[in-house]
């Protein structure tokens, strides 16, 4: 079974946290990975500038940033893979919203779906739609196309 814990940083809480990691955990599911835990952030911009900047070395912010951890543990529910953290800048994911036409709420899914591969290992050079990464993104959405998080 899988799970995910979610927080937030520099912003009010949002009331669809709970509906966020429960995506998360169906995203992991149709990828087929198993005993997977990840934390999702949420945050404001002005936090997410300071995560590229330390981490990327690129000024401003981003949409969003994965962080694996990749360590296997063992824990009270058994063998457990630590993933790692998902981070996505609200005020980002709805500029790209507008910006491509998108609902707030697939862009959020595209977001989510977009760190949970990057914990899996997968990655892409540049943002073109046929980059595998990024049509594994877009396949993974069509099969949850049903879900919502807003």
């Known amino acids: 079974m899988n799970a995910v814990a979610v927080d937030y940083r ?7 946290l709970e509906r966020a990691a429960a995506f998360a955990v169906r995203a992991m599911d149709a990828l087929g990975l198993e005993d997977w835990d990840l934390s999702l952030y949420f945050c404001g911009e002005d936090f ?3 995560l590229n900047a330390e981490y990327r070395g690129k000024d401003g912010p981003t949409d969003v940033l994965s962080f694996s951890l990749g360590e296997r543990r063992d824990g009270e529910n058994g063998r457990r893979y630590i993933a790692g953290d998902v981070v996505i800048c609200l005020g980002v994911m709805e500029r790209n919203a507008a910006e491509y036409g998108a609902s707030r709420d697939e862009e959020l899914r595209r977001l989510i779906a977009h760190g949970v591969l990057h914990l899996s290992g997968m990655d892409h050079a540049t943002n073109e739609p046929d980059e595998p990464m990024l049509a594994r993104q877009e396949a993974l959405l069509s099969t949850l196309a049903e879900e919502t998080i807003f």
């Open 10 to 16: 520099d912003m009010e809480e949002p009331a669809w």
């Open 48 to 50: 997410m500038a300071g």
